[in-house]
Nanobody, 121 residues
Framework: QVQLVESGGGLAQPGGSLRLSCAAS????????MSWARQAPGKGLEWVSG????????YYADSVKGRFTVSRDNAKGTVYLQMNSLKPEDTALYYC??????????????WGKGTLVTVSS
């Protein structure tokens, strides 16, 4: 069955960096686009970033553009989110999700359980 397991969350200071990883299994990873989304305390789910199956295109929410970088290693079945210049408002539970096809225009059909990122001094 499809499994998505996030890791790499933790406590970071404002201006600091973290790198999230999402290990995927149970499907042909290289055939599907992947995304990251987050949910801050008391707020709704926010899509953060997406990457095509072949890494040809990447997309970002305006709130993270220029600070976050999404990448993937199809050989390892892993998608990453490098987060730099972190702000307190980046504090959230971060999820990775699988799309139904090679690009992010299709819905997300599987989600991980999330990894918590806290940005605080």
């Amino acid at each position: 069955q499809v499994q998505l397991v996030e890791s790499g969350g933790g406590l970071a200071q404002p201006g600091g960096s973290l790198r999230l990883s999402c290990a995927a299994s149970g499907f042909t990873f290289s055939s599907y686009a992947m995304s990251w989304a987050r949910q801050a305390p008391g707020k709704g789910l926010e899509w953060v970033s997406g990457i095509y199956s072949d890494s040809r295109f990447t997309y970002y929410a305006d709130s993270v553009k220029g600070r976050f970088t999404v990448s993937r290693d199809n050989a390892k079945g892993t998608v990453y989110l490098q987060m730099n210049s972190l702000k307190p408002e980046d504090t959230a539970l971060y999820y990775c999700a699988k799309h139904r096809a090679t690009n992010i225009n299709y819905d997300m059909d599987y989600w991980g359980k999330g990894t918590l990122v806290t940005v605080s001094s």
